[in-house]
């Protein structure tokens, strides 16, 4: 591939903005998907003017979703001796950072919860039940994140040592 000094093939186009319309369907702007796909399929960091140009879309809007995707742990900044520019790639370990988004998120909640649950007056039983629902809801979660978020781990492990990654509880939709 060529990217970033070529234009995106039609093939290429078609994913970049399949995986904008998938991310969207789950809170992040489809921007912000473009932009993970980009750097899904380069070859080396891209600069904002870059990611811009082959998404024909503002530098601004590339900024602007650069400071989320970096935040939740898909894409790293990085840098060049004296170049001043920013640059970005995918992150190394993308997925543990979607793992660790979703569990930093079901400890805010289950925090909230818990302020919520303080709040209440000895009467108020029906809150009480939903407030102790979401703590539970919460922690089942975590639990289970983690157990899958190491399992992720010990997939990857295991490829990079090029061991075969598929173990017999692995399943494709």
């Known amino acids: 591939m060529a990217y970033p000094d070529a234009p995106l093939s039609p093939g290429m186009q078609q994913f970049v903005e399949s995986i904008g319309l998938y991310f969207e ?7 912000g998907g473009r932009i993970l796909a980009l750097l899904m399929i380069a070859e080396r960091p891209l600069s904002l ?14 900024s602007t979703n650069m400071r989320l995707t970096t935040s939740i742990g898909m894409a790293e900044q990085v840098s060049f001796p004296g170049d001043r520019r920013d ?39 029906t809150a009480r039940a939903h407030l102790q629902e ?33 173990d017999a509880t692995s399943t494709s939709p």
Do not use: N
């Open 134 to 166: 979401t703590i539970d809801f919460c922690d089942f979660c975590y639990e289970e994140y983690s157990a899958v978020r190491a399992r992720w781990r010990a997939r990857q492990a295991a490829r990079a040592k090029g061991e075969h990654a598929d």
């Open 49 to 62: 003017d870059d990611m811009a140009r082959l998404l024909q879309v503002s530098r601004a809007s590339v």
């Open 25 to 31: 369907q789950f809170g992040l702007a489809r921007i």
């Open 87 to 125: 640059y970005y790639q995918y992150a190394t370990r993308a997925w543990d950072g979607a793992f660790e988004a979703d569990l930093k998120g079901l400890t805010a909640l289950r925090q909230l919860a818990e302020r919520g649950l303080a709040a209440l007056g000895p009467g108020d039983t």
